[in-house]
């Protein structure tokens, strides 16, 4: 495919709601703290007893936070203290274990919500003579409610290349991870792996039929995908098509194999794009990756399918075996 002509509009709106609330409970119970507290006689004694009775209460407190035990030694709380009138059965109920009980709960609630459209609306004519409608659209969505007693945190380092996806959906990720030297500095890192009918655009530099680092995927390094696509559009007419003499060293790096696009049926990429951000997120609501700008390409006979820049979340470990030099073959 060869595009002579094109008139094309891209638009895309986004909304996005997010609440949190935490409620956190704590209860402390005394119990049996005051059963030696014998009828008071005088005020100043009322008041050594009530200066006794404080400390006694304070030392507890620190004791039971610190994990220990304190000695009974005051009369305050000394069964041997009671009135001569008392007798054990009058004290009995008074006598049992003095604690402090203290419990803590806390409650977290999370709920999201994001929705993002792409449209495009245009034509194309190619070389041949073919006049092609374009009336495209992308629906993402998702949701996410969670209630829970814990709480948990982290940060994620995203790198962004470029993705397709050929079933009319958004890109996927998966929580399966890929070694990869992303950054092309030397150092692998664990990148998510394609999801479903998505896959990686690869630009084959060397000619070596496979993927050698983060040189040859797009905005990796850059940081703008669809920047460094632009870069190899020879004839300046926003497409990349087999007038542009990188289009035969492009690639499609899938989960488990690597193709080219001409075996893929795609005979043109946009270099155009919009911003489009959707966040990619696992069950557990775990960053996998998100949608940042969002364009499209054609296949040769006509259909339209999702090109987006999508950074990856990404980490320097990962459960599994998934080497890169396992699966990164060309095939045509």
Not at 114 to 140: F, H, K
Not at 305 to 316: E, I, K
Request: hydrophobic content about 35%.
């Amino acid at each position: 495919m060869k595009i002579e002509a094109s008139v094309l509009q891209l638009s895309a709106s986004h909304e996005a709601s997010q609440s949190r609330s935490l409620s956190a409970e704590s209860r402390i119970t005394f119990r049996q703290m005051l059963g030696g507290l014998a009828e008071e006689t005088t005020e100043t004694d009322l008041h050594e007893r009530v200066r006794k009775l404080l400390e006694s209460l304070i030392e507890r407190i620190i004791a039971a936070l610190e994990g220990r035990t304190v000695r009974e030694q005051n009369p305050l709380f000394d069964t041997a203290a009671a009135t001569p009138s008392e007798t054990p059965a009058d004290t009995g109920k008074n006598s049992g274990g003095r604690e402090i009980h203290w419990q803590t709960s806390v409650c977290e609630t999370v709920s999201e919500f994001e929705r993002t459209t792409v449209c495009g609306t245009g034509w194309v004519r190619t070389s041949d003579g073919r006049e092609i409608g374009l009336d495209y659209a992308l629906n993402m969505e998702r949701s996410f409610h969670s209630v829970s007693y814990s709480e948990t945190s982290g940060s994620v380092v995203l790198k962004d290349p470029l993705m397709l996806s050929f079933d009319g959906m958004a890109c996927e990720l998966t929580t399966q991870r890929i070694n990869f030297d992303l950054a092309a500095d030397g150092s692998a890192q664990w990148i998510p792996q394609p999801g479903g009918n998505s896959c990686f655009l690869v630009w084959d530099r060397n000619g070596n039929g496979r993927a050698d680092d983060g040189r040859e995927l797009f905005g990796a390094r850059s940081g703008n995908g669809f920047a460094d696509l632009q870069q190899l559009d020879h004839d300046r007419n926003g497409w990349i098509d087999e007038a542009d003499p990188a289009f035969n060293e492009l690639g499609l790096w899938f989960a488990d194999r690597y193709t080219t696009l001409a075996t893929a049926g795609i005979g043109a990429l946009f270099t155009g794009s919009v911003a489009a951000p959707f966040a990619l997120k696992d069950s557990d609501n775990s960053m996998l990756g998100y949608i940042r700008d969002a364009g499209l390409f054609l296949f040769e006979d006509g259909r339209s399918g999702a090109l987006q820049q999508v950074d990856l979340a990404v980490s320097r470990s990962a459960p599994g075996k998934h080497e890169p030099d396992e699966r990164q073959q060309l095939t045509t």
